[in-house]
Structure formats: structure tokens, C-alpha cells
């Protein structure tokens, strides 16, 4: 009995072995180098898992600028040259953002599938309500109320005089900004003065922060049916995002409302138009907690860029705040505009943290041309990666790229800077927390202000 299972198991783990040999992708002409790993269904997913910078600067110094991964069952090509990112981000007409991403946010927010055939036209009238609302002239109202809000949510939060309350720094800034955020988009409840509202965005914030919390693992393609407490926190921040209860929520900011007569008008079911207002609140609040954390973290850990920082406020709000301590703070964009400091403690922040990838799939077969005039065969259907974050910390465009230095973006005048080098080449593409092209961040001048 013995022997026969063991020669039903060879024979088993023969076949077994000899399908996985046949069936694995072998590198064609032209192509990049094909990096698979040893484990044959997910490749170098749990190198690139536990280390992406640390991989990535490896498998680049083995095998140079341009190399396929296999990567949680799918097929990654990363361009790590910052030369070549214009070339990759110019190729809209192969390269599809789109389609990645509304099938990502269907799989993981559990909306419509806005890629079927029903909904691909109408969706496209959606998703250029970003740009209509979050830009241009609509920026300067969506800015005073956030500035709003935030005073809002500050003062009632201090302590009473002998009453001091400690908090750590990133319960602080996610409770704070999740609160200003949520309001300056969805509006504020008749309530929203009351205990009762106040826990429920206490509520809100912890379920945010949950879903936040397995979102790597969503992304790397574990069904959220498996993650319950992911799915129950994304059904719970659906369910105060109902049109039912939203309909009795004041100053609706107009992204919001907008994107609500969409939804109403293509007929979706009321929870599925709630899951994309879920999609739509993590979009603006997942980079924006940590990047609010970093900023304050390295600038109250920094003498000198806490005090260029003062002197810039002082500077700005010198006439505003000498008039009347309880005033609500106003400011214009030029006074904004004028505050190059703290743009370049928020860009060093946002270089030292952010860790954003770029995803394109391939429309079509194509060659792509890096910018050293070297090609790569690209199959249809695989992914094109760029990964930021090679730049951010590359200690040649960057010198002491671990460090901060709250004055990286200003020149020797304190006015912006942005000639950064490489090979002694200047760089288009030197901070890319927003990412760039047709996906870049339509809420990157928002939050900038
Ligand atoms: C520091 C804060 C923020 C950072 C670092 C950030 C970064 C990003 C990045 C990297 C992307 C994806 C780009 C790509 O895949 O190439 C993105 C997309 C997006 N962001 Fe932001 N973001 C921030 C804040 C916001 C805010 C405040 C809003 C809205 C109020 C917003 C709305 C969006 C939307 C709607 C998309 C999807 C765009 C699309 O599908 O075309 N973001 N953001």
C-alpha cells in the first residue's frame, strides 16, 4: 500500500512539475529580463512584499533599467531609469490606467463595475468631475471651508484650562484631519455639534483606519470577503454615506454632490452609490493623515524648520492675528502661494514618506522606448510599474537621502526650487508623490493648500 502511494505521488508531483515547466512564461526577443523567483505561482511576490525599495535596487543592479516581474500571479515590467518615466507616462494610446484602476476599486470598494459596457460612458463624465472640482477656480472654496473646518475641529477639541489631555501625534493628526476632510467633502450633520455626531466620527475615523490597514493586502489581490473586519469597517463607513443620510448633510462640497446626481442619473443601487463615496473618501484621506503626521512629525523634531516655519506663519499672519485672537484665520491664494517654507517641509516630507506605485496595462503588444534609446517588448495585458520612490531616495539626486532638510525645495534666495540633477542631467521628474500623467492626483493642488 505503501508503495503504491508513494509511486501515485511521484507520478503526481512528475505531472505537476513538467505543467508548471511547459506553462511558465519563458522571456521572448526583445523582451526585458524576466524575473520569476523560484516559487512557481507567486514568483518574487513575497521579496518584493517585504522589501519593494530594497528589491527594486537590487533587481535593477542585476539586471539593469527595465525587468518583468512575476508578482502575485501577474506579470510587472518596472522602468526604474527617472529618464524614462516621461517615455512611459507619454504612452497613453498602449498604456491604460483606467482599466486597472476602476477594476481595482470595483474588486476592493465592491462598487459597479464602471469598466462594464452599461457604465464605461457615463463614467467617463464622473471621473471628470475631479478635475472640474477639485482645480481651478472651485479650489478656492473647497480650500476656505477645509480651512474652516479645521479651526473648527482644533478649538473644540482644546482642553478646558486645567483639563490637558495627552495624544500621541498621528491619533492627533488622523483625528483632526479625518474630521476637517470628512466635513469639507460631505458636508456637516444638523447634529454635527452634538456628542452623539462626534462619536460617530470617532466611529468613522477607527473604521476608515481599519480598512486603510488591509488595504495592502486587498491590493495584492486577497478577496476582502476573506478580510472581515476590513469588509465590516468599509460597510460601516458605507452606511453613513447612504444618499438617504447624505440628503441631510449641509455644505456638500460640489465634488460630492456632483458625483451624487451622476450616480442617481445611471441608476446604480443606494449602496453601491455609498461603496463609491467610500472609494472616494479613502482617495482623499488615505495619503493625506500620513502625509499631515510626516510633516508635523519631522518639523516639530527639526529647531530649524520649526522656527523658518514660525516666521513664515508670523509673517503671513501678522495683520490677521493681531487684531483679534478668536478670529477666524482667512487666507488668500497669493498668501498661500507666498508660504515657499512650508511647501518645501510638506514636498520633504512627502519625498522621506510617500511610497506610491504608478500601474499602466498593456492595450496592446508594444516596444517601448526608454529614453537611453534602448526598446522592450511589452506584452498585451501586463503591467508597466514606476516606483517613485527609486528617485525619492536616490542619494544622487537627493544628498543624504534619509535626512530631512526642511529647506531641500528652496534655492539659495528661499524661493522654490526645482532643478534637481542626475548624471549631471536635470530631471523632469524629480517628486512624485501624485504620481504623473493621465492618473496623476486631481486632489494635488488641495491638499498642497
Ligand atoms: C498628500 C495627499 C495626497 C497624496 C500624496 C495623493 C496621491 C495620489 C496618488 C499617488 C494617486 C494615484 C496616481 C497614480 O496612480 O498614478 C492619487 C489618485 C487620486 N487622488 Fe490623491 N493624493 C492625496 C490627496 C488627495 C485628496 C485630498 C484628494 C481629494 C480631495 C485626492 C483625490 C484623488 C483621486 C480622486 C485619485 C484618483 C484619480 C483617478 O482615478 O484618475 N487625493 N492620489
Known amino acids: 500500500m505503501a508503495t503504491f502511494l508513494v509511486i501515485v505521488t511521484t507520478i503526481l508531483l512528475t505531472i505537476w512539475i513538467v505543467w508548471i515547466c511547459s506553462h511558465s512564461r519563458k522571456r521572448q526577443t526583445g523582451e526585458p529580463p524576466l524575473v520569476t523567483g523560484w516559487l512557481p505561482f507567486i514568483g518574487v511576490t513575497l521579496d518584493y512584499a ?49 482599466k486597472f484602476a476602476v477594476g481595482f476599486s470595483h474588486r476592493v470598494f465592491g462598487h459597479a463595475d464602471f469598466s462594464s459596457l452599461l457604465f464605461s460612458e457615463s463614467y467617463r463624465e464622473v471621473h471628470s468631475i475631479f478635475r472640474q472640482t477639485l482645480q481651478g477656480p472651485s479650489l478656492q472654496q473647497l480650500t476656505e471651508t477645509m480651512l474652516g473646518n479645521l479651526q473648527m ?77 476590513a469588509w465590516r469597517a468599509r460597510e460601516a463607513l458605507a452606511e453613513e454615506l447612504l444618499h438617504d443620510k ?50 508635523l512629525y519631522y518639523t516639530l523634531r527639526s529647531v530649524d524648520a520649526f522656527t523658518a516655519a514660525r516666521t513664515e506663519v508670523n509673517k503671513v499672519l501678522s495683520g490677521q492675528l493681531t487684531s483679534n485672537q478668536d478670529q477666524t484665520i482667512y487666507l488668500s491664494r497669493e498668501q ?62 537627493y544628498p543624504n537621502p534619509t535626512e530631512f532638510k526642511y529647506d531641500r525645495f528652496l534655492d539659495d534666495n528661499g524661493q522654490r526650487k526645482n532643478n534637481f540633477f542626475k548624471n549631471e542631467r536635470r530631471l523632469k521628474h524629480f517628486l512624485l508623490p501624485f504620481g504623473s500623467g493621465v492618473s496623476e492626483c486631481p486632489g494635488r493642488f488641495f491638499c498642497s493648500t
Open 50 to 98: 517585504a522589501n519593494p525599495l530594497g528589491f527594486l535596487r537590487e533587481t535593477q543592479k542585476k539586471y539593469g533599467h527595465v525587468f518583468t516581474c512575476k508578482i502575485a500571479r501577474k506579470y510587472f515590467t518596472f522602468v526604474t531609469d527617472p529618464f524614462s518615466f516621461s517615455a512611459v507616462v507619454r504612452q497613453s494610446k498602449n498604456l491604460d490606467f483606467q
Open 153 to 229: 475641529v482644533l478649538e473644540r477639541g482644546l482642553p478646558y484650562e486645567h483639563n490637558w489631555l495627552e495624544e500621541g501625534l498621528q491619533s492627533f493628526t488622523n483625528r483632526i484631519m479625518f474630521e476637517a476632510g470628512f466635513l469639507t467633502l460631505f458636508g456637516k450633520d444638523a447634529r454635527f455639534l452634538h456628542a452623539d455626531e462626534r462619536i460617530c466620527m470617532q466611529k468613522a475615523v477607527q473604521d476608515f483606519l481599519t480598512f486603510d490597514r488591509a488595504f495592502p493586502i486587498l491590493a495584492a489581490g486577497v478577496p476582502i470577503g476573506l478580510c472581515a473586519q
Open 246 to 295: 447624505l440628503h441631510h448633510r449641509k455644505c456638500i462640497s460640489d465634488l460630492i454632490q456632483r458625483r451624487m446626481d451622476a450616480f442617481n442619473r445611471m441608476h446604480l443601487d443606494e449602496i453601491g452609490k455609498a461603496r463609491t463615496h467610500v472609494c472616494m473618501l479613502w482617495a482623499s484621506q488615505a495619503n493625506t493623515l500620513p502625509a499631515a503626521f510626516w510633516s
Open 336 to 397: 498661500l502661494d507666498s508660504m515657499a517654507v512650508l511647501e518645501s517641509i510638506i514636498q520633504e516630507a512627502l519625498r522621506l514618506s510617500s511610497a506610491s506605485i504608478m500601474i499602466r496595462v498593456a492595450s496592446d503588444d508594444f516596444t517601448l522606448t526608454l529614453d537611453s534609446g534602448q526598446t522592450a517588448a511589452i506584452r498585451k495585458g501586463d503591467y508597466i510599474a514606476l516606483y517613485p520612490q527609486l528617485i525619492h531616495l536616490d542619494p544622487e539626486i
